[in-house]
T-cell receptor
């Protein structure tokens, strides 16, 4: 059974810092991995999707990497801003066809002005 | 705006009551999903529908039923609500294939007393 872990559960950093969020998964046979952002009381917003054949994806100040063999992904946020404060979740899909995601518990990020 | 619409946004039920959570998407996606999110936990898949006319169980299907009414709509029914079903429920949709991300609704916060 696929299990996804995100450490730390919470992170607080000053504005302007570059930071890395970590995600690990137990079964390396995945089709893709997604990173989501969730604001309090809101739904999830897809940030980046990495296919199993890719090593990384970039969108603006965000860069996600994938190392299937070690079962790890990182989300790098450059020049953090208070507006980046949210919970970040990673999720993996291990099946073809419908994307049945297995989620980590999330990292709650706070950027202090 | 295009996206996934869930109704209602909030609901309080008494133990044993029934209700249906509604979900509709206007992106012409083939696949639709229902997840629940509990405090301190990631999202867990309840049911999914890979395409119109098909439904299948996810990780935590007990106590729930679903209907894929047409390509746009996917409903989740609680026949006899229990306090353990107190949670935030999210509907999502995606296109078939591994290159596409998810689109989530804004969630239904359900309390069973």
């Amino acid at each position: 059974k696929q299990e996804v872990t995100q450490i730390p559960a919470a992170l607080s950093v000053p504005e302007g810092e570059n930071l890395v969020l970590n995600c690990s998964f137990t079964d390396s046979a995945i089709y893709n991995l997604q990173w989501f952002r969730q604001d309090p009381g809101k739904g999830l917003t897809s940030l980046l999707l990495i296919q199993s054949s890719q090593r990384e994806q970039t969108s603006g100040r965000l860069n996600a990497s994938l190392d299937k063999s070690s079962g790890r992904s990182t989300l790098y946020i450059a020049a953090s801003q208070p507006g980046d404060s949210a919970t970040y979740l990673c999720a993996v899909n291990s099946e073809e066809g419908a994307q049945k995601l297995v989620f980590g518990q999330g990292t709650r990020l706070t950027i202090n002005p | 705006n295009a996206g996934v619409t869930q109704t209602p946004k909030f609901q309080v039920l008494k133990t044993g009551q029934s209700m249906t959570l509604q979900c509709a998407q206007d992106m012409n996606h083939n696949s639709m999903y229902w997840y629940r999110q509990d405090p301190g936990m990631g999202l867990r898949l309840i049911y999914y529908s890979a395409s119109e006319g098909t439904t299948d169980k996810g990780e935590v299907p007990n106590g729930y039923n679903v209907s894929r009414l047409n390509k746009r709509e996917f409903s989740l029914r609680l026949e006899s609500a229990a306090p353990s079903q107190t949670s935030v429920y999210f509907c999502a949709s995606s296109e078939t294939g591994q290159v596409y991300g998810y689109t989530f609704g804004s969630g239904t916060r359900l309390t069973v007393v």
